[in-house]
Each structure stands twice: as C-alpha cells, then as structure tokens.
C-alpha cells in the first residue's frame, strides 16, 4: 500500500492533495486514515471521531496490523497523549478506536499526578511536538471512590494507596463528598496543573499545543470534553 504521507513529504502528490484539501473546507473533514493530526484541533476531531465509532459500535480499529509495526518501527509519531486513570474499562486505544503509534499513553490510578507522570506527560509534545494531551477521567473510579472514602472516615489506606488519596484531598474538599463531582474537579484540576507546566506553556500560547480534560462513561462509552 502506498502511503499517502510518505508521498506528501515527499512532494511527489501535495500539490493535488493539498488542493483538494483547500476546496474541501475543514482539515478535519478532508482528513484521511492515513494522515496524522497535525494541530490540537484536527487531533480532537480524530480523538472524537474515533470514540464516536466505540460509542456507535462501528470501530475500525485502524493502525493494528504488521503494515503499521513496519510504518512504525524505526519512528514514532503520535497526534495526541491521553492521561487517564488505570482502569481496565478505560483502555485509551480502545475508547477512541486507535492503534499503533497513534497514542502516548500516561495511566496512574485517578490520573493523579507527580513529578514523574509530568516527566511522561511532556515527553511527547516536547520532544516531538504532540499537539494535545487529553485528561481522562471516569465514571465509578474506583480509585477516587477509595480516597473518598479514606479521607470521610480519616482511615489512611495501606501502603502507597494513601499516597494516592493525598493527591485527591482538594478535590475532596471542593466536591462536598460527591465522588463523581470529585473524579470531574479532579480531572480540571490536572489539566490546570499541566497548563502552567514549563515545557507546555509556551507551546500553549503559540498555538501549538491544547491540554484538554474530559470525562469517560463506562455505561455509554462516550468521551465528554470537561475544559
Ligand atoms: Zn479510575
């Protein structure tokens, strides 16, 4: 199969594509399967395009074969990172019908964040200037429900579990002990803190980068963009 971004950099069809591209109205209307998000924008649409069809019960699951681990082998490039909770109902890959090379993928439990998950976060767009990066919360995180639950009762959980819940303490307090108000203030609340991350911001107002939050429903499968 030739591979239509191969020739776009290549020069050899950009002149006929890019026309049609112009005549067709929106970038992400002429998009193709095969051309990657180049803006924060264009990177969303593909982001909900793709979980529309999860929803829908129409995904095409694209990317997932040995052409692409080929494509893919000697270099990466994905349009988005999507930061989302650790739960097994909530595989990024899956929800928004990607595949390989497509998505970096940051997972802690409540998508709780440090040092080190910031560090994770910024490799993509710093690095190699990913577009977007998608906070993910969900709903009945079970996580957030523990640390909830924890911080009610003034019962510390073992081990690093109460690590997890002194990450979620302020979003406890403003939630008024709602668990699904919390996993949602939560959620803005790490997008707010990835904003004002040093690597991020200046991308952020030159246009170059969009950090998102949004919210997953397990009973429907749909994506909803929070902030
Ligand atoms: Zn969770």
Request: proline share 4%.
């Amino acid at each position: 199969m030739i591979n239509r971004r191969v020739l776009l950099r290549a020069g050899i069809v950009a002149g006929g594509l890019l026309a049609g591209v112009t005549t067709a109205g929106s970038a992400a209307s002429a998009r193709t399967a095969d051309q990657r998000p180049s803006t924060p924008d264009e990177a969303w649409a593909a982001l909900r395009e793709g979980n529309r069809r999860w929803v829908d019960g129409t995904t095409t699951h694209p990317h997932q074969d040995a052409a692409r681990r080929r494509e893919v082998a000697q270099k990466q490039d994905p349009y988005a990172v999507v930061f989302s909770c650790i739960d097994s109902r909530v595989a990024p890959e899956l929800v928004f019908d990607t595949g390989l090379g497509d998505l970096f993928v940051v997972r802690t439990a409540g998508q709780t964040i440090d040092p080190l998950v910031t560090g994770a976060a910024e490799y993509g767009p710093a690095e190699l200037g990913t577009p977007l990066v998608v906070v993910l919360g969900h709903q009945r995180c079970g996580a957030v429900t523990a640390a909830a639950e924890s911080l009610r009762k003034h019962k510390k959980l073992p081990g690093e579990l109460s690590t997890i819940a002194s990450s979620l303490r302020s979003a406890y307090t403003r939630s008024g002990g709602d668990v699904d108000k919390m996993i949602r203030v939560n959620t803005v609340d790490v997008v707010s803190r990835l904003k004002k991350d040093k690597l991020f911001a200046p991308r952020i107002a030159q246009g170059k980068l969009k950090v998102i939050g949004a919210y997953y429903s397990i009973d429907t499968g749909e994506v909803t963009r929070l902030v």
